[in-house]
């Protein structure tokens, strides 16, 4: 039950989840089911306990740890290979101690850590969700873990130095709200199993609290109430909207990836207004730190600065020479919080595995894959550091190559084509004629084709967003290209970056990419990238 993120050593697939409580509760008592139902919605549990491709809650999802490969475990009422035959005690005792029905020590990559804090009420709360589930038989597959790890009575060196047992203590100077807030991010939040700066599995109370670190290859930012490096020049309702959506209106440009948009689809999204206000009410109690001194750096936003050419052919089209991007189409570079974290990572994996449409903003292409690991280190540098940014610059070290090597996306070329989803636009589709449309397309060929299908589209009734129709059509054209062969032929990433492009530019502004030339940029101004 935690974010699914290898740097989670149990870390981020699921659908909604706060609705009414199952039909099958099984004689559970309802209201308890359903507040069962949110608070393992706040744990996010579902995602490191259903496989890819596999059904919710059955676990065999593998977490990729220091240690080896540890699989999750069935949580799904099912007699044979879930909790079918575990009692409420047996529940507790995993739950909250680490140990299972056995009695045997669990593996710290399951946060027992954070959720030895869960109150009781609510730890009976969540396995009576869990017990309304519909039973799915799947058996838990072996660990892929060498000696000495796999024996776990070893576990108990672990336990003694960095395992402190008990529910959360509010503190009696702080309000209810802050004290709220506290219990959902020290407890089933489990919030800085990625954002403390130094991390050891499983343990809450390391130095570097919520200051920001790297998790799974990605940069976990400073979540505490730091003017320059953290939320402290934040507004509450920014904080809280970002939190809700991935984004934050206004003077916070950027938008969440990787893990966090994870973690936000699957559960933040899902809880109420007043926890994520206590969230941000607790996290500006917390001390402000610092994960970086300020540096008196090169100019980059000067002509001739490392980066700066490889940012006019390749970025500038879409985010503007200022780095200002376009409004409600294209997020900021400039002044954009996420993009000045200590470490570069999570700008380096959106550079070789793009970002999927989302909040109305266009699809970003895989554009690091058309680059030199040269470029990459120098045009990160650049936009880390241009247009009043600041951040440390890359000197040695391997995040370059790091990044390109964990970056597994539809975009970068590196993974299967996604699914259209839902299945109404899935329908809709289908009666469109998309994949027929698409077949054998090229690039003088997106305009004319689109503006036949999506308006199509966009009368069916599928309570689609125009977010899920171009993400669904960029899906539509991987496919057809891969089954043309065009991915496995070179500049493939590109050809797939300027189809969403276009594709995001008649979904949105369809009067106007309709009179368009074809071969013309898109309509919002954003075009494939120049190779001078």
């Known amino acids: 039950m935690a974010r699914r993120t290898a740097f989670a050593f149990g870390l981020l697939i699921g659908a909604g989840f706060l609705t009414s409580p199952p039909a099958f509760a099984q004689g559970a008592d309802r209201d308890l089911v359903k507040r069962g139902e949110y608070l393992a919605t706040a744990g996010d549990c579902v995602a490191c306990h259903t496989a890819p491709g596999g059904k919710p809650f059955a676990g065999n999802y593998p977490l990729n740890t220091p240690i080896g490969v540890i699989m999750t475990p069935n949580l799904t009422p099912d007699p044979e290979t879930g909790l079918g035959n575990w009692t409420e005690e047996d529940f507790e005792k995993s739950f909250r101690h680490g140990i299972g029905k056995d009695g045997e020590y669990l593996y710290p990559a399951f946060p027992f850590g954070w959720y030895t804090k869960v109150t009781a009420d609510d730890t009976k709360a969540i396995f009576a ?4 589930l519909p039973p799915v038989n799947e058996k838990k597959k072996e660990n892929g873990i060498d000696f000495p790890f796999n024996i776990r009575a070893s576990l108990i060196t672990w336990r003694t130095a960095f395992f402190n047992e008990g529910e959360f203590k509010p503190d009696p100077n702080a309000s209810a709200e802050v004290n709220r807030g506290g219990y959902l991010v020290e407890g089933l939040g489990h919030c800085g199993m990625c954002h403390n700066e130094n991390k050891l599995v499983g343990n809450s109370s390391l130095a570097g609290k919520l200051g920001g670190g790297v998790i799974d290859g990605w940069y976990a930012p400073n979540i505490t109430p730091d003017d320059q490096q953290g939320i402290g020049a934040w507004t509450d ?27 936000i689809d699957e559960s933040l999204s899902k809880m109420t207004d007043a926890d994520l206000k206590a969230i941000v009410a607790y996290l500006r109690s917390v001390p402000a730190k610092k994960t970086y001194k300020q540096q008196d750096l090169q100019a980059y936003n000067k002509p001739g600065a490392p980066g700066a050419e490889t940012y006019l052919t390749y970025c500038s089209s879409c985010h503007r020479p200022d780095g200002k991007g376009v409004e409600g189409a294209i997020p900021a570079l400039a002044g954009n919080s996420s993009v000045q974290t200590k470490g570069p990572e999570s700008v380096l994996r959106v550079i070789y595995g793009g970002l999927a449409a989302q909040n109305g903003y266009a699809p970003m292409p895989a554009i690091g894959q058309e680059m030199t690991e040269q470029q990459v280190k120098e045009v990160t540098d650049y936009v880390r550091n241009s247009w009043g940014n600041s951040a440390p610059v890359m000197n040695a070290g391997g995040a370059v190559s790091a990044a390109r090597e964990a970056t597994n996306t539809m975009l970068s070329g590196t ?17 469109a004629g ?14 004319p084709r689109l503006v036949q299908i999506v308006p199509k589209v966009k009368r069916a009734d599928t309570g689609a967003s125009d977010d899920d129709i171009v993400n669904g059509l960029q899906a539509a054209f991987c496919k057809a290209g891969t089954e043309a062969g065009q991915k496995d032929k070179p500049g493939w990433t590109s050809l797939l970056g300027s189809f969403g492009s276009v594709a995001y530019s008649q979904v ?3 009067e106007k990419q309709a009179s368009a030339k074809p071969g013309a940029p898109p309509a919002s101004g954003m075009s494939p990238p120049s190779k001078n």
Do not use: W
């Open 415 to 431: 993974a299967n084509c996604a699914e259209v989803t839902p299945e109404k636009l899935k329908a809709a589709f289908d009666q």
């Open 129 to 132: 969700y869990l017990k309304s």
């Open 434 to 447: 998309v994949a027929e449309a698409l077949k054998g397309i090229t690039p003088t060929d997106f305009v």
């Open 508 to 510: 949105r502004h369809p």
């Open 237 to 263: 309702a920014e904080v809280v909207s970002y939190l809700k959506t991935g984004t934050a209106p206004g003077n916070r440009p950027g938008v969440a990836a990787g893990p966090m948009r994870q973690t």
